[in-house]
């Protein structure tokens, strides 16, 4: 069953909490081997649909199945294909790095997984870690140990959230170049991130939520090139004024720049030509893409 | 028994046994201490059954004592400390069971009861000889006493959110219930009203039933205290696994 099925598979699910529909309807589903990402402002539900996948939220509607499997009338099967890291930085203190690692194999029915251990302790840049106390970890390295967490009964389906929030930018990189090899060995990987120049480079697909509702579900490429324009970014010199044909394409920056909305990249030639016709010379030329942020921040705004 | 279960009963008793100092040192001391005090003061003086002295009735109530303490401490300890820090989150999001979960909490929680009240028999060796009449009642009511208390302690780590509302089930819960089980007298030497109120006492059956497998001698007969124990034990077990099924204050 779960060979040909969807890695996720999110099917009208509801929570509510008193007055709050933290989840309403949220429905779509994650292919196998996918690098998904879930996107939203605080509060739009991203957490509350991880918990309820991980099985620690309960739908009030709706269900959720894991590699074929429901996350709550089969969550044995279930949760033996999701690892989750959690978005807070938590950890037992009794235990150094290793025990907590034996300890979480053996919680997924699994004995020997010394040579699995070893190996993301060594991705992870934790080898020299493994018999120290989790106390004495920096906030860092206890992040480290919370994907090494996630990863020890070696789960097809991987949940990131917020994986690298208050992480240096060294272990930020170490960690997505774990994560795209593991994804690149067939592992479906779910993302939430409030970086979203890192939701950009990473996931083939974005969901965007927003007060429990999906907003946008589309490949990352697509939600980019939707209905944005590329810019123009223009430093112009000595003060001079833009011709009157520029006036309703173009605002002036926070940076002191002006930024023209183009349609495409064929009206750059264009444009600079027919500055260049009226005079107006130019300290600096910038064209700039849209990124995921002004997406996101559109999105955000029109939802509003 | 799974191996997820195996594991989980690891980790609790690995849990205490990394402060052992604390989790089993301090209790035996304790117990000792209150020997100390009270077979100084009262040995002499009182006899409770015949031919046993107070020292030597008082040694398996201390025994026991420590033992049901501590059995409760270990379950709502290390549920409300994994509650408060959110390391609770990583036996959540696994297969194990909520029968599972209860079994190896309960288990690991019987084992340090056992072992605090192994150490408690050991120092007290060398102030009393014990006779040891039904070694079998001994190992029944200890094994159901630990139980019964460790069951309690998951129950009280699951609905306590804070750690002074676990000291508040302990202070006027626990404690009072201990005291005033006959751990230090027998309920015979009290007025009448008094003997009644701890026929009530659940842990009552469970120290008298103890105290008779060493002595052969008790307020009530072992088998009512088996009965009322057992009872106690079967009561609390389906509670609990019922806060375990639903999730109770554990997954929302």
Redesign the interface.
């Known amino acids: 069953m779960s060979d040909s099925s969807p890695a996720l598979l999110i099917e009208g699910v509801c929570k509510r909490?008193a007055s709050l529909q933290a989840l309403d309807h949220v429905s779509f589903e994650v292919r196998q081997g996918e690098f998904f990402g879930l996107l939203g402002p605080n509060g739009a539900g991203k957490t509350t649909l991880i918990?309820t996948m991980?099985?620690?939220?309960?739908p009030d509607d709706g269900r959720i199945r894991v590699m074929g499997h429901d996350v709550v009338s089969d969550?044995?099967?279930a949760?033996?294909n999701?690892g989750?890291v959690?978005q807070?930085l938590?950890?037992?203190?009794?235990?150094t790095v290793r025990?907590t690692l034996r300890?979480?194999?053996?919680?997924?029915?699994?004995?020997r997984n010394d040579a699995w251990i070893d190996e993301i302790l060594h991705h992870l840049d934790l080898g020299a870690k493994a018999d120290v106390n989790m106390r004495a970890l920096s906030g860092g390295m206890k992040r480290r140990v919370l994907v090494a967490?996630a990863l020890v009964h070696r789960p097809p389906v991987i949940v990131l959230d917020e994986p690298t929030a208050g992480v240096d930018v060294e272990l930020r990189q170490n960690l997505w170049a774990f994560v795209r090899r593991l994804n690149e060995q067939g592992h479906t990987i779910v993302l939430t991130t409030h970086y979203l120049e890192e939701a950009e480079s990473l996931c083939g697909r974005i969901a965007m939520l927003k007060q429990g509702r999906v907003l946008a579900l589309e490949t990352t490429s697509d939600l980019l090139s939707r209905r944005f324009q590329l810019t123009l970014l223009l430093r112009l010199r000595g003060g001079v004024a833009l011709p009157q044909a520029f006036h309703a394409v173009a605002k002036a920056s926070a940076d002191g720049r002006v930024a023209i909305a183009l349609d495409g990249a064929d009206d750059v030639a264009a444009c600079l030509a027919q500055l260049h016709a009226a005079g107006v010379g130019l300290d600096d030329v910038e064209l700039r893409r849209p990124d995921l942020e002004d997406v996101f921040i559109a999105m955000m705004q029109e939802a509003a | 028994m799974?191996?997820?279960l195996?594991?989980?009963m690891?980790?609790e008793l690995?849990?205490f046994w990394?402060?052992g100092f604390q989790t089993v040192g301090a209790p035996v001391l304790t117990a000792l201490l209150y020997l100390l005090v009270f077979s100084h003061v009262l040995d002499r003086q009182v006899e409770v059954y015949g031919g046993v002295g107070y020292t030597a009735f008082l040694v398996p109530g201390l025994i026991m004592m420590s033992l049901l303490q501590n059995a409760f401490s270990n379950s709502s300890s290390s549920l409300i400390q994994?509650k408060v820090?959110?390391?609770l989150?990583?036996?959540?999001?696994?297969?194990?069971?909520y029968r599972e979960f209860f079994a190896a909490y309960v288990l690991a929680a019987v084992i340090r009861g056992l072992l605090v009240g192994a150490g408690v028999w050991a120092v007290t060796l060398w102030f009393v000889d014990l006779p040891y009449a039904h070694p079998l009642w001994i190992l029944v009511f200890a094994s159901l006493g630990g139980a019964i208390m460790a069951s309690l302690g998951v129950i009280a780590g699951i609905w306590a959110d804070k750690f002074d509302q676990l000291a508040a089930f302990q202070n006027f819960v626990v404690m009072p219930l201990t005291f005033l089980s006959g751990v230090f007298y027998s309920i015979h030497s009290l007025p009448e009203f008094w003997q009644r109120v701890s026929h009530v006492n659940p842990f009552f059956y469970m120290i008298d039933g103890f105290r008779y497998g060493f002595f052969g001698q008790s307020d009530v007969s072992p088998w009512i205290s088996a009965l009322v124990a057992g009872g106690s034990f079967v009561a609390l077990a389906l509670v609990t696994l019922n806060m375990l099924a639903r999730?109770y204050k554990l997954?929302?």
């Open positions: 909490y918990s991980a099985g620690l939220t309960r969550y044995r099967a949760r033996r999701l989750v959690p807070e938590v950890f037992d203190p009794f235990f025990e300890i979480q194999s053996g919680y997924f029915g699994m004995g967490q | 799974s191996k997820a195996r594991t989980l690891y980790k690995l849990r990394k402060v994994s820090t959110g390391n989150v990583f036996v959540l999001l696994t297969p194990i069971s999730g997954r929302s």
